[in-house]
Nanobody, 130 residues
Framework: QVQLVESGGGLVQVGVSLRLSCAVS????????MGWFRQAPGKEREFVAA????????YYGDSVKGRFTVSRDNAKNTVSLQMNSLKPEDTAVYYC???????????????????????WGRGTQVTVSS
């Protein structure tokens, strides 16, 4: 069973950067595809970013493309989300999620679906103040 723990959230001003991390344990990390989602009050969970289990492919939600970068460190069993040029609309609880299935074929459509993922962290709050 995969366990996930997010960290790095906080209260920041508009335009600054923040880096979230997700520590993963319980399975072979190098074969786990990782995603980041967020959920603001009163809104549905939104796809933010994902990185394939191979590390070759990254995918982003339209609202964060060009500002956020997802990366993984297989030596440290962590996935990170670098968030630049933060906006008030980025305010949400951010969740990391794990897909341990290691499929031979994957795509943005695959990794952007919450149902792809078998395990979720508890989330970390990001608040962007104007």
């Amino acid at each position: 069973q995969v366990q996930l723990v997010e960290s790095g959230g906080g209260l920041v001003q508009v335009g600054v950067s923040l880096r979230l991390s997700c520590a993963v344990s319980g399975r072979t990390f190098s074969r786990i595809g990782m995603g980041w989602f967020r959920q603001a009050p009163g809104k549905e969970r939104e796809f933010v970013a994902a990185i394939s289990w191979t590390g070759i492919s990254t995918y982003y939600g339209d609202s964060v493309k060009g500002r956020f970068t997802v990366s993984r460190d297989n030596a440290k069993n962590t996935v990170s989300l670098q968030m630049n040029s933060l906006k008030p609309e980025d305010t949400a609880v951010y969740y990391c999620a794990a897909d341990p299935s290691a499929p031979n074929y994957y795509s943005r459509s695959y990794y952007s679906l919450p149902q792809t993922y078998d395990a979720w962290g508890r989330g970390t709050q990001v608040t962007v103040s104007s």
